[in-house]
């Protein structure tokens, strides 16, 4: 599972990096994204994998921490999940407000010939 796990976030890094070195601003904004989902995977990755592990405590409210996942970081990232997303949408119209303005999707509004 850990090796699995550290391999998307692998690739997602290497395809977001990739992305956001192109010239085209909507590849930059699809690279942004990838790295944002690597960023979240690895914090994710922090608290623990643990699989058929209990999420709550039992009745009796006794229990061994180490069995547990610490859920601080899937908080964080499902905060950085709805930032990411409003950040894609502002990035988006920006981008297409750029075409608009000056008729070329390159990231320095000029094309190459």
Avoid: C
């Avoid at 058929?52 to 547990?68: E, R, T």
């Amino acid at each position: 599972m850990e090796l699995t796990l550290a391999i998307a976030i692998g690739v997602l890094t290497g395809s977001g990096v990739w992305l956001v070195l192109r010239p085209r601003t909507y590849q930059l904004v699809i690279g942004l994204s990838l790295l944002s989902y690597a960023v979240n995977l690895f914090i994710f990755s922090m608290g623990r994998l643990r699989v058929g592990a209990a999420p709550v405590l039992g009745a009796d409210g006794v229990a061994n921490p180490a069995d547990y996942a610490d859920p601080v970081p899937q908080a964080l990232v499902l905060t950085a999940i709805v930032i990411g997303f409003a950040t894609t949408a502002l990035l988006l119209v920006v981008l297409l407000v750029s075409r608009g303005l000056t008729g070329s999707d390159h990231v320095d509004g000029r094309e190459s010939r």
